[in-house]
């Protein structure tokens, strides 16, 4: 089973650059998310996804585009990179509302 | 607003001696609880979650957790460490909102073994 699967693995992009990251899951979950990881400040949420068609804020949604056109697919846009979002990005996938979360091995981008 | 606080950064430990990982919660109800556990560049992993069931919570690889809602503590614990337990660990609180259960993560704490 390929789980949550995440690409690229690393990317570099300069100020201003615009870029996809993609996460796909093979589950047939309904809910999907984004997270970002900074070091010592854990895991925030950018933005979800409770189903195909329906997406909302995470707790750090600025800078961010998300859309949910299929139950597979949650990709994260950055429109206009800024240093700032230089982090790692976790995607993950889960079947309930009280159902554990299924992680993908992240993206690691750097934003110069 | 729930949060939690992991006590420490870092935690070193011997191969074969217990584990402590502490946490600390906030929460206005009655909360739903997780450990996470990170390998180096590996996405996280459950390691076990309270639903306000037992108190005591068993998850894998040996890891206990006992929810202690006197103290608001969930602390993380094994009998005896292995090399492989190195790790990064989180300890994290649900949030539910909207239908979508957001889940507030701690700052981690990173797990050190050595032989």
Known sequence: NAGVTQTPKFQVLKTGQSMTLQCAQDMNHEYMSWYRQDPGMGLRLIHYSVGAGITDQGEVPNGYNVSRSTTEDFPLRLLSAAPSQTSVYFCASSSGVNSPLHFGNGTRLTVT | ?115
């Open chain 2, 1 to 115: 607003a729930q949060s939690v606080t992991q006590l420490d950064s870092h935690v070193s430990v011997s191969e074969g001696t217990p584990v402590l990982l502490r946490c600390n919660y906030s929460s206005s109800y009655s909360p739903s609880l997780f450990w996470y556990v990170q390998h180096p560049n590996k996405g996280l992993q459950l390691l076990l979650k309270y639903t306000s069931a037992a108190t005591l919570v068993k998850g894998i690889n040996g890891f206990e957790a006992e929810f202690k809602k006197s103290e608001t503590s969930f602390h993380l614990t094994k009998p005896s460490a292995h090399m492989s337990d190195a790790a990064e660990y989180f300890c994290v609180v649900s949030v539910m909102n909207t239908g979508f259960q957001k889940l507030v993560f701690g700052t981690g704490t990173r797990l050190l073994v050595s032989p």
